[in-house]
């Protein structure tokens, strides 16, 4: 079954089965936790140092079939901008 973050599930139509905020709240500064939003593609979510939720996004073609595939970290409200992928 596909998960959709909480940007991603109203577009879709559906509850959100990845709540950014609740687990950004649960991690501890400096870590982060993986997860597959079949909307946007959003891979993790992370909290920095500082205490500032980040979000890991592809960065170039995803679809590519690479062992390799580049991650770029952006903020929360950078992300809330980005265009769902699908």
């Known amino acids: ?20 905020d609740a687990v950004a709240a649960n991690l501890k500064p400096g870590t982060y936790q993986t997860c597959l939003c079949e909307g946007c593609v959003l891979l993790a979510i992370g909290k920095t140092d500082g205490g500032e939720t980040i979000l890991a996004v592809p960065d170039g073609n995803y679809l590519q079939e690479s062992e390799e595939q580049p991650v770029r970290w952006v903020s929360r409200e950078e992300f809330m901008t980005l265009p769902s992928k699908i």
Do not use: L, N, R, S
Not at 1 to 17: I, L, S, V
């Open 1 to 20: 079954m596909a998960d959709f973050c909480t940007k991603c599930a109203p577009e879709m139509g559906f509850d959100a089965d990845i709540d950014i």
